[in-house]
């Protein structure tokens, strides 16, 4: 299994990704007094609100569809890839809720991080900086982490024990 292929896979899950983040910005255009202030009262108010928003949906929606029949988003069933656990056994709702958290933990981070600099937190900027260097260490790592396994995962693939791998 390439990363090519799992890339391609996110790529095509991203449109799904995008849809839904389009849909949003409609949306917010008519309930914009509503969210005005979720987003500009404090730093912590802002993340939860994008949160529950925008990372809860994408992360249920990776989550969801792996732990399911099919074993696989829309984008990796495109591809024709599955995830497992590593002896090739379905994984369960729990296991696939703590891979997707894992996989989003950058993501996420960046999103905490971003707002605390943008709506001041008291946070000093030595701290933004080091999670900003940490939220770019963990991409660089969890795309390079597959180059050195031999089951090709990613070290959240790893500390989750499941396995991307081609549909049988």
């Known amino acids: 299994m390439s990363l090519g292929t799992r890339i391609i896979a996110f790529l095509w899950d991203y449109v799904i990704i995008a849809g839904y983040l389009l849909l949003l910005v409609g949306l917010s255009f008519l309930i914009r007094p509503w969210l005005v202030p979720l987003f500009t009262t404090s730093a912590l108010l802002a993340e939860i609100t994008g949160f529950i928003f925008i990372t809860l949906p994408v992360y249920l929606y990776f989550a969801i569809c792996e732990c399911s029949k099919s074993h696989a988003t829309w984008g990796k069933r495109k591809m024709g890839i599955v995830v497992s656990g590593i002896r090739s056994q379905s994984i369960g709702l729990g296991s696939s809720l703590f891979r ?54 990613t070290i959240y693939d790893v500390i989750a024990g499941t396995v991307i791998r081609y549909k049988e």
């Open 100 to 153: 997707s958290a894992l996989k989003f933990l950058p993501w996420e981070l960046a999103h905490f991080m971003i707002w605390h600099m943008v709506i001041p937190s008291g946070y000093p900027d030595s701290i933004i900086y080091v999670l900003l260097a940490t939220v770019y260490g963990l991409i660089l790592f969890y795309l390079i982490s597959p180059l050195w396994s031999k089951n090709k995962q």
